[in-house]
């Protein structure tokens, strides 16, 4: 994911981001038995997937934790 990109899922409603977020651990599942099969022949995608996993968990942890705060008020 691009760093314009990463900007863009900041504005995302947390239900896509679910949505994205399911999608993309889908995605690494297929990719680790595709590697053990050796049918992946780009192991650069399988990082470029768990950095994209780890950038919307980041996303939703800050809105979740905003959250907290804003009730806790």
Known sequence: ?????????????????????????????DLKFDLASGKVKNISEIQKNKKSIAQLLTVLKERSKNA??????
């Open 1 to 29: 994911m691009k760093k314009n990109e990463f900007i863009a899922i900041k504005d995302r409603s947390v239900e896509e981001l679910e949505k994205q977020l399911s999608e993309l651990r889908a995605r690494s599942i």
């Open 68 to 73: 907290a705060e804003i009730t806790s008020k």
